[in-house]
C-alpha cells in the first residue's frame, strides 16, 4: 500500500498541535490514525508512546515503544523512552534491564545512559550512577541536566570538588543558552559545595 503522504502529514500536524495545546487523548487518536497510514514510522510511533506516558497510560506506552525496538533495534529512542515509561511507574529493575538491552545495540547514546543513571540513582547505587551518567557526557557533553544530575550523585558521596565542578560546567552551559537564572542556581549549589 502506497502512503498517503497528504493525510499522514495532515493527521501529524494535528496531532502535533493538539498534544501542544496538552489536549493529549485525541492526540493520540490523531497518531494513530497517521499510523494505520504509516505503521512502521518510529517518529510517531515513539511520540504516541511519551503522549500515552503524559497521561498515566504507561503499559499501553511500553507497547508501542516495544513495537519500535522490533522495527529498528539500533535506534536509540524505543530504549530510552520504554526505560522513561519504567522509571515513571518505579519499576527500576525493569528500567535498568531496558537500558542493559539497548547498550547491547548502542552504546554510543547518552540518553540511554542517563535512563541507566536515573534507575541506578533510584535504586541508590550512587557509585553505579555516577559511572553511568560520565558515560553519557562523553556522548552528550552539552546538557546541562546531565551535568546537574551527576552533581547530586556526587553530593551524595560528598565529593564537594567534583560537585563544584559540574555545577559550574552546568551554569556555564545554562549561560551559554540564555538561561540565566538556571546558571545563577548553579553557581549556587557549586559556591555551597566549595564551602563544603
Given at each position: 500500500?502506497?502512503?498517503?503522504k497528504?493525510?499522514?502529514?495532515?493527521?501529524?500536524?494535528?496531532?502535533?498541535?493538539?498534544?501542544?495545546?496538552?489536549i493529549?487523548?485525541?492526540?493520540?487518536?490523531?497518531?494513530?490514525?497517521?499510523?494505520?497510514?504509516?505503521?512502521?514510522?518510529?517518529?510517531?510511533?515513539?511520540?504516541?508512546?511519551?503522549?500515552?506516558i503524559?497521561?498515566?497510560?504507561?503499559?499501553?506506552?511500553?507497547?508501542?515503544?516495544?513495537?519500535?525496538?522490533?522495527?529498528?533495534?539500533?535506534?536509540?529512542?524505543?530504549?530510552?523512552?520504554?526505560?522513561?515509561?519504567?522509571?515513571?511507574?518505579?519499576?527500576?529493575?525493569?528500567?535498568?534491564?531496558?537500558?542493559?538491552?539497548?547498550?547491547?545495540?548502542?552504546?554510543?547514546?547518552?540518553?540511554?545512559?542517563?535512563?541507566?543513571?536515573?534507575?541506578?540513582?533510584?535504586m541508590?547505587?550512587?557509585?553505579?550512577?555516577?559511572?553511568?551518567?560520565?558515560?553519557?557526557?562523553?556522548?552528550?557533553?552539552?546538557?546541562?541536566?546531565?551535568?546537574?544530575?551527576?552533581?547530586?550523585?556526587?553530593?551524595?558521596?560528598?565529593?564537594?570538588?567534583?560537585?563544584a565542578?559540574?555545577?559550574?560546567?552546568?551554569?556555564?552551559?545554562?549561560?551559554?543558552?540564555?538561561e540565566?537564572?538556571?546558571?545563577?542556581?548553579?553557581?549556587?549549589?557549586?559556591?555551597?559545595?566549595?564551602?563544603?
Open positions: 500500500m502506497a502512503i498517503d497528504q493525510s499522514f502529514d495532515k493527521l501529524v500536524s494535528e496531532a502535533r498541535t493538539l498534544k501542544m495545546r496538552g493529549n487523548k485525541k492526540a493520540i487518536e490523531k497518531f494513530k490514525m497517521a499510523l494505520d497510514i504509516d505503521p512502521n514510522n518510529l517518529d510517531i510511533i515513539n511520540e504516541v508512546g511519551l503522549a500515552l503524559h497521561i498515566g497510560e504507561q503499559q499501553e506506552a511500553i507497547q508501542f515503544f516495544n513495537r519500535a525496538i522490533t522495527i529498528d533495534p539500533k535506534d536509540p529512542r524505543g530504549y530510552a523512552n520504554k526505560a522513561q515509561a519504567y522509571l515513571t511507574m518505579g519499576a527500576f529493575e525493569e528500567a535498568l534491564a531496558v537500558t542493559n538491552d539497548a547498550l547491547k545495540h548502542v552504546i554510543d547514546n547518552s540518553d540511554i545512559w542517563v535512563k541507566r543513571a536515573r534507575a541506578l540513582e533510584s541508590l547505587r550512587i557509585d553505579e550512577a555516577i559511572d553511568a551518567y560520565n558515560e553519557a557526557l562523553k556522548y552528550n557533553s552539552e546538557d546541562p541536566e546531565i551535568w546537574k544530575s551527576l552533581a547530586l550523585c556526587l553530593d551524595a558521596k560528598e565529593k564537594w570538588t567534583e560537585v565542578r559540574a555545577y559550574r560546567i552546568a551554569a556555564s552551559l545554562h549561560k551559554k543558552r540564555g540565566n537564572q538556571d546558571a545563577d542556581y548553579c553557581l549556587k549549589f557549586a559556591e555551597m559545595a566549595e564551602r563544603s
